[in-house]
């Protein structure tokens, strides 16, 4: 009874304060997913933890309501996430880049779709998806944590980016259901872990991006009985030797710091051919120049087919966000952004991307917070 008046209580005061979700996008909502049968779920290309933890999250959610519900990501996920879904929910979890014809089948028979973690259909964002999103004639509802969401795309829009994560916007949306009357615990054990693995990611194990509200969600979904530790192990301790070696690699003898306080690695075809390196497994390597004293902003950027993968964390008082945006082809976050480099319209291959990248983030630090770099 207490821990039900914590959590109902919890929820007012997120909803009232933050005015976060509306009641009246909740209504509408039960009654678009009311009236279709099957649904779709899908989210960014080369779908990360947040992606995967919220999108397998909501799948579990609907099929446990008897509904037929379907995730299908314009390409593969990497292998360390697939602990986030069993071997049968596996079955209904499709990449558009593996079986195109049956996912634009679905998409297009669908009576409702989920978009998770990206709010525009794009080329960069959705891949071989975007058409079969953009042709599809049935109601589309947007979850998602970005900037400047393109609402005419959706018929129904949750949209908040002073948030942790796409899957703490869930969670409180699902808190907002009838069904869990704001009780973390009416979650399936299944639900409340991949919305504990995507908020977890999302914020680099609670180093950025953390609002008052995330640490409420986790508070929750640990009375609720999510095994964290458990959950760690798995986005943590699972990660095959070679990534190690190569990050070691990369941090001794790639690794480049300017004057400017800006740290950056590159990463090349050849040497992820050399290492077996598969999709996933890089993640979080943007992060570790970080904890160097001196470093005020961290750059990683893996060269792929036809341009140049740029992630950007910084901290506090130093904008990834506009820095990405201005140089990058690309935004996202305050200090957690990303974005694309092309060849030749950037750069003319990767011979150039270090010389790129001093030139452009001395000109970004000089200009935005002076000489001094204040």
Sequence with gaps: MICNIICNFAIHFFMNTMNIIDREDIGRLCMLAGKAERMVITAHIRPDGDAMGSCTALMRFL???GKEAYIIFPDRYPDNLAFLAD??????ILSAEDEPARAAGLVASCGLIFCLD???????????????????ACDKVLIDHHLFPDRDLFSLVFSETEISSTAELLFWILMALPQTGG????????????????????????ANSVFPSTLRMASMLLEAGVDRDALLGHLYNEYPERRLRLLGKLLYSEMKITEDGVAYMILDRKTMTEYGLREGETEGFVNE????????????????????????????????NRCAKKYFNGGGHELASGGRLYAPADIKDISEAAGYVERVTHAFMTEEYGPDGK
């Design 87 to 92: 071997s049968t929910e596996r079955d209904f």
């Design 63 to 65: 099929r446990e309501s």
């Design 289 to 320: 120049p970080l904890s160097i004293g001196k470093v005020r902003m961290s750059i990683f950027i893996k060269e792929d087919n036809g341009y140049f993968r740029v992630s950007i964390r910084s901290k506090k008082g130093v904008s990834a």
């Design 183 to 206: 009780d973390p615990k009416k979650l399936s054990p299944g639900v409340a872990a991949s919305l504990m693995a995507g908020m977890t990611t999302d914020t680099n194990n609670f």
């Design 118 to 136: 990206f709010n525009k259909f794009e080329d960069s964002r959705c891949g071989a998806l975007r058409k079969p999103l953009a042709e599809a």
